[in-house]
């Protein structure tokens, strides 16, 4: 008997199936500037409307949190996961999400699954009005066990030059508001399944799953409609590293974010996590975002504003003198 490259563990019949899956779906997240469709060796994306565009653009994956969805078989998530890993870093320069591509590996593929993924990302495409234009999937025999998934994305944005968010406008007084993450988002994961081995067991009347995998919350819609009546000096995702991290990036010299502790609304399963795991409170603040997704910074003049365009968000601190560039009281 000869070999062959399906005797060798990939089974190139399974990859046409994904893409049948999906193609349809995919091409709905297109608009008249992709110039191709899937299956062409490249995307063409093109663009118009612009003075003098900037593209802004960022890379990432789910992290462990693959392990709770695989186990779980609850998949998804976690493609919703993957893009807003991406879109999320890029808004905080103030860039529209244009095109996103993303890479799915595995041990063995099953169609299902991997259509299944990518099937998030599509719903978090049309979203965020952004084309899906481009992917790969890559069955990996010997690098990944059979049932294994790694799964990551690309996104690129574009903002006019002018209008360019990188922190450099923050000043003393200005106000730090906080806009609620959705739960752990995808980060900090290889801790929480040490404290959580089983999934299933019952958290507040439910399978814990299914409060694990709430896919990460998608920001541009609220944050969008904040940059079209409002300056904001600031943005920060707040990802792994949380608020102690993330938020000294977009800091200036010379000043300082205090932070309110107290103000921070942190989530019952966190709360959970860190009983549960005896965890200390510095090392949660180091880890997870603690319910704040992303801080926006603004003037305290327009703070007023842009509580009433975010209903759920709200004021955790403000921009002092110091030279730790944050300070969580």
């Known amino acids: ?164 968010i990188d922190g450099s406008k923050i000043k003393r007084g200005d106000q730090i508001i906080a806009l609620p993450s959705s739960g752990f988002h995808s980060n900090g994961f290889s801790l929480v399944r040490k404290i959580f081995p089983d999934f299933n067991e019952e958290f507040e009347g439910k399978p814990l799953y299914e409060t694990l995998l709430v896919p990460t919350r998608l920001y541009y819609q609220p944050i969008h409609r904040v940059l079209e009546e409002v300056k904001v000096s600031g943005i920060a995702h707040i990802t792994g590293g949380g608020l102690i991290e993330n938020v000294p990036r977009i800091i200036p010299e010379n000043l300082c974010a205090k932070i309110e502790a107290s103000a921070i609304k942190i989530p019952s399963i966190m709360l959970e996590l860190e009983k549960r795991g005896n965890i200390a409170r510095s090392e949660m603040y180091g880890t997870f975002n603690m319910g704040i997704g992303m801080v926006i910074v603004v003037d305290e003049n327009h703070a007023t504003k842009v509580l009433d365009l975010l209903e759920d968000a709200y004021i955790v601190g403000e921009i002092t003198e110091g030279e730790e560039k944050i300070v969580l009281n």
Do not use: W
């Open 1 to 164: 008997m000869s070999n062959t490259y399906k005797s060798a563990g990939v089974d190139k019949e399974e990859g046409y199936k994904t893409v049948d899956k999906i193609k349809s779906a995919v091409a709905e997240t297109h608009n008249e500037n992709v110039l191709n469709s899937l299956g062409s060796f490249g995307a063409f994306y093109q663009i118009g409307g612009y003075q003098n565009p900037v593209l802004v653009s960022g890379t990432d994956g789910v992290g462990t949190k693959l392990k709770v969805a695989l186990d779980s078989k609850k998949y998804d998530s976690i493609g919703v996961d993957c893009f807003a890993m991406c879109a999320n870093d890029i808004l905080c320069h103030g860039a529209k999400p244009l095109f996103f591509l993303d890479y799915l590996a595995c041990g063995k593929l099953d169609s299902d699954i991997a259509a299944e993924i990518v099937m998030g990302m599509v719903k978090a495409c049309k979203d965020n009005n952004c084309a899906l234009i481009g992917g790969e999937t890559a069955e990996m025999p010997g690098m990944y066990q059979p049932g294994d998934y790694d799964v990551a994305g690309f996104c690129v944005g574009i903002v006019e030059k002018d209008q360019i």
